[in-house]
């Protein structure tokens, strides 16, 4: 099986997954309880958010731990809706994931304005002080890079600019965390992360903010803003998989090469073959396209035959039909979303598994295109 969805979700690491084992039979105690046992669980944990906070240069009473980003980006947005005075706006791009959108349209209803995007998807810069200072904005979200095409967005800079205009900033950093250094995310005023994209466990991750921003009523736990039993085994888990990564983070690598070289022998084997993002920085490990020919079900249900495993889009919009935020704001047809496929690969992914998938690619548009043919012939 070559599992090429890895911006939906990784397989959790060896490590990650001993150590989340481990503490599942042994560190199962509340942290909050008196005794030594809950004691020991509650110091580890503390420790461990003092390593990660440095980590990311913050303080280690900026790191909240949490169920993911989903969470987070809907407490971030919760909290700014209540607290804004009325007539302030939130600013925010139009292909953010779900987690910030819907929120954002939740809350701030007719109060959202929008980031202005170029043909390959990024967010264009020139006018952002305008947008600030003319349309009332409190708060402004911008993830680190999309979780479709894989382009990386320039958030390290409208950071920079919110921080002089004294704006709040929040990074949806989701997909960037565990495959870029992670350098700069202390320049925002929070960003949100999901373990599960970088190997560790699901229904985890840590909200970093420099505001006093409560996330969740009922309790004192993570210093009285997210009221709840810290989940230490998933917490501990998460670390470990964190530690693992980063120091792959910086490591000499061929990874877009052979990501580029799949994508330039797909427009060989298919000439009239779209790609989304070509000529934008993206991650390293994502290509997302549209093809000429046959919806996007029929490539995924052939190549998951072949033992592959490949996506349509975000996860989070599977099942909706001709749907891809995205896309839509890129300027593709409903037609043509019908027709996106999106590989993402990991650490563990080689050259040769990039060469093995294309390959795959050919043998599907043989079985398509001869089913087509056949088919038209019956018809006739």
């Not at 997909?175 to 970088?198: E, M, R, T, Y």
Request: charged share 20%; net charge negative.
């Amino acid at each position: 099986m070559a599992y090429f969805d890895n911006n939906a979700t990784t397989s959790i690491s060896e490590n990650a997954l001993e150590v989340y084992r481990r503490a599942l039979a042994e560190d199962w105690h509340n942290p909050s309880s008196p005794y030594r046992s809950s004691a020991r669980i509650r110091a580890g944990m503390e420790l461990e958010r003092e390593e990660l906070a440095k980590d990311l240069g913050l303080k280690k009473e900026e790191i909240i731990f949490t169920s993911g980003a989903t969470e987070a980006n809907n407490g971030v947005f919760a909290h700014f809706a209540t607290q804004a005075n009325a007539g302030l706006c939130c600013l925010v791009s139009p292909f953010e994931h779900p987690s910030i959108l819907e929120p954002a349209r939740y809350w701030f209803k007719d109060k959202i304005r929008y980031l202005p995007i170029d043909q390959e998807g990024r967010v264009v810069l020139d006018s952002i002080e305008k947008l600030l200072s003319e349309n009332n904005i409190c708060f402004v979200s911008l993830m680190a890079a999309n979780n479709e095409t894989g382009v990386l967005q320039p958030w390290k800079e409208l950071a920079e600019i919110c921080l002089s205009k004294g704006v709040f900033f929040h990074c949806d950093a989701t997909q960037w965390i565990g495959k870029l250094p992670s350098d700069g995310f202390d320049l925002c005023s929070s960003f949100s992360v999901s373990a599960h994209k970088f190997s560790g466990p699901k229904g985890v991750g840590w909200f970093a903010c420099k505001e006093p921003i409560s996330m969740q009523l009922g309790g004192e736990q993570e210093m009285s803003k997210r009221g709840g039993t810290e989940n230490y085994p998933a917490i501990t888990s998460m670390l470990t998989a964190w530690k693992d990564v980063r120091f792959q983070l910086n490591s000499p690598t061929n990874r877009t090469e052979w990501r580029d070289q799949f994508e330039k022998s797909l427009i060989n084997l298919i000439p009239a073959v779209k790609i989304l993002g070509l000529n934008s920085p993206r991650l390293w490990n994502t290509s997302m396209f549209v093809l000429p020919d046959f919806e996007n079900l029929s490539w995924v249900g052939k190549l998951d035959k072949l033992g592959f495993s490949v996506s349509t889009g975000s996860a989070c919009s599977t099942g909706k039909a001709g749907h891809s935020g995205i896309a839509q704001s890129m300027g593709l047809s409903t037609s043509e979303v019908r027709r996106l496929i999106r590989v993402s690969s990991y650490w563990e992914h080689g050259e040769s598994d990039w060469v093995h998938l294309l390959s795959a690619f050919e043998q599907v548009s043989k079985e398509l295109h001869k089913e087509a043919s056949y088919s038209s012939v019956i018809s006739f």
